[in-house]
């Protein structure tokens, strides 16, 4: 099975075309430094839970948006090698100067998936 890499972020609801601007840019590096499909979803059903909730988890003001988005690797290596030519690329720091969100909010991590039908 392939290695998938998830992102949750607030973006503020005014950024998003900005926010898909960027992803427009970034997804054709993830491509090229190994990743075979890109996905960036913009909240539309995000109820807010009993204890927590997507909208609690990155700590969303009242005027920002849920974004959800994975990256799917053929491996955890293949996405490992991924992460080391994006940090040594200039385009993909120049991507980073241009975030329309506050990144230390965001939650990431990689995932081996267990079930995919």
């Known amino acids: 099975m392939n290695y998938v890499d998830g992102f949750v972020v607030a973006v503020p ?3 998003k075309a900005a926010y898909q601007a960027l992803a427009e840019k970034a997804a054709p590096l993830f491509k090229e430094f190994g990743a075979l499909r890109v996905v960036e979803c913009w909240a539309e059903d995000v109820p807010d ?3 927590t909730d997507f909208r609690r988890a990155v700590q969303a003001q009242e005027n ?3 974004v959800f988005s994975w990256i799917e690797y053929p491996s ?3 996405r490992d090698a991924a992460n080391e030519k994006m940090m040594a690329d200039p385009r993909m720091k120049a991507l980073g100067d241009e975030m329309p969100f506050d990144g230390k909010r965001m939650i990431y991590g990689g995932f081996m998936p267990i079930l995919d039908k």
């Open 13 to 15: 609801a005014e950024n």
């Open 49 to 51: 839970g009993r204890l």
């Open 64 to 66: 920002e948006e849920v």
């Open 76 to 78: 955890k290596e293949a």
